[in-house]
Every structure is written in structure tokens, then in C-alpha cells.
T-cell receptor, first 112, second 114 residues
Framework: DTEVTQTPKHLVMGMTNKKSLKCEQH?????MYWYKQKAKKPPELMFV???????INESVPSRFSPECPNSSLLNLHLHALQPEDSALYLC???????????FGPGTRLTVT | DQQVKQNSPSLSVQEGRISILNCDYT??????FLWYKKYPAEGPTFLIS?????DKNEDGRFTVFLNKSAKHLSLHIVPSQPGDSAVYFC?????????????FGKGTKLTVNP
């Protein structure tokens, strides 16, 4: 099973809303990642969790707040987003950091 | 500073022929390289990887070649199929350097014509 699942698939939110993106994997991977991808661009790393601890924060604005409740789950809490935050948000996991990452299908986020 | 470069934004190939996708890198600390395939509105799918101790890795129709002296890698798809039409991303990491990050190229859009 090499599946990473993400919910919801699509999300439309206003600039004053609070929402959360969820990611789950059951491959026993110990590293999990959040990426943002804009159209025709490569994935852009946001956060890395390793063994449930935040390992990397790529200077992401505080309106994005990650959380790793356990080794299988990764959340991204969203608050007071801007229209330019509209993008495809991808979750990925890997056995250990730096090795092949398996991506979920993404959440298409639109901020109105 | 683009550390991983895919200089061809697009490539068009006839079905059954070979597709060759190229990637160059500048960071000599990179020691692990990967190729991902991405369909629109989906997450990238891992295809194949290669460690810097090798110069070739093969998996079915996909072969990755690594030329460390030229800091160049390529992905060969033989034979190409219409279902291979997608955007292909090259990525690199520096495992020995303890880097947890994958650095992606900008991608090459492959179109395989029937």
C-alpha cells in the first residue's frame, strides 16, 4: 500500500474562515511533508515533520499552521488566508527524510 | 538560484519511440536523484530514483542515467505510450549532507502522440 490520502479534495474558503486540510498514510513512514503547488510550477516545500516533530519550516506565513497528531496523520490549519494562497496543497510521506516521497492527490484550495 | 534545471519545458514523441527527458544540477552535494510524473490536478507519482554511487537504474520501460562529472541525469522511456503523457519532474536531495529536502526542477511536459 503506497497510498497517501488527503481530504478534502476541493476547498473554497473566504479570507476570514478557518479550515483544516488532512493527510493520512499507513505505510509506517516517519517523515511527512506539506507542499504548495501553483499552476505550471514545481511543488514548493512548506513543512517537514520527522518522527512527529517539526523538522523544517520554509519560512511559511503564520496563517498556515501544521500539526502532526501521530505518525500517520498530518494536518494543515488555515486561517485568514489571502487569494494568492489559492493553489494545490500536496501532502507527501517517506520512509525517512530525503528518500523517495509518496504524494497524495492534493487539495485544490481556492481563497475568495 | 535554480539548483535543478530542466531546460526543455516540453517534448513531443511518437508512440513506440524513445522519450528522453534531461535534467542538470549545480549542487555537487546532491547524491540522490528522483523522477516524478504528474497528471493535471493530481499529486506527483514517484517513478524511479538513482543514488550517486550508480550511473544507471532500470525499472521496466524507465531507465535513469546519471553522469556525475557533467552533473546531468536523464530519464529514458522505451517504448513511449500515450499514457505516458504528463509533466515529468526531476528532483534531487543531499542525503549524506543530512538534507531532508527534495529540490525539484520546473518540469518537462511530455506528449506522446498515437
Amino acid at each position: 500500500d503506497t497510498e497517501v490520502t488527503q481530504t478534502p479534495k476541493h476547498l473554497v474558503m473566504g479570507m476570514t474562515n478557518k479550515k483544516s486540510l488532512k493527510c493520512e498514510q499507513h505505510m509506517g513512514h516517519r517523515a511527512m511533508y506539506w507542499y504548495k503547488q501553483k499552476a505550471k510550477k514545481p511543488p514548493e516545500l512548506m513543512f517537514v515533520y520527522s518522527y512527529e516533530k517539526l523538522s523544517i519550516n520554509e519560512s511559511v506565513p503564520s496563517r498556515f499552521s501544521p500539526e502532526c497528531p501521530n505518525s500517520s496523520l498530518l494536518n494543515l490549519h488555515l486561517h485568514a488566508l489571502q487569494p494568492e494562497d489559492s493553489a494545490l496543497y500536496l501532502c507527501a510521506s517517506s520512509q525517512w527524510q530525503g528518500y523517495e516521497q509518496y504524494f497524495g492527490p492534493g487539495t485544490r484550495l481556492t481563497v475568495t | 538560484d535554480q539548483q535543478v534545471k530542466q531546460n526543455s519545458p516540453s517534448l513531443s514523441v511518437q508512440e513506440g519511440r524513445i522519450s528522453i527527458l534531461n535534467c542538470d544540477y549545480t549542487n555537487s552535494m546532491f547524491d540522490y536523484f528522483l523522477w516524478y510524473k504528474k497528471y493535471p490536478a493530481e499529486g506527483p507519482t514517484f517513478l524511479i530514483s538513482i543514488s550517486s554511487i550508480k550511473d544507471k537504474n532500470e525499472d521496466g520501460r524507465f531507465t535513469v542515467f546519471l553522469n556525475k562529472s557533467a552533473k546531468h541525469l536523464s530519464l529514458h522511456i522505451v517504448p513511449s505510450q500515450p499514457g505516458d503523457s504528463a509533466v515529468y519532474f526531476c528532483a534531487a536531495s543531499a542525503l549524506q549532507g543530512g538534507s531532508e529536502k527534495l529540490v525539484f526542477g520546473k518540469g518537462t511536459k511530455l506528449t506522446v502522440n498515437p
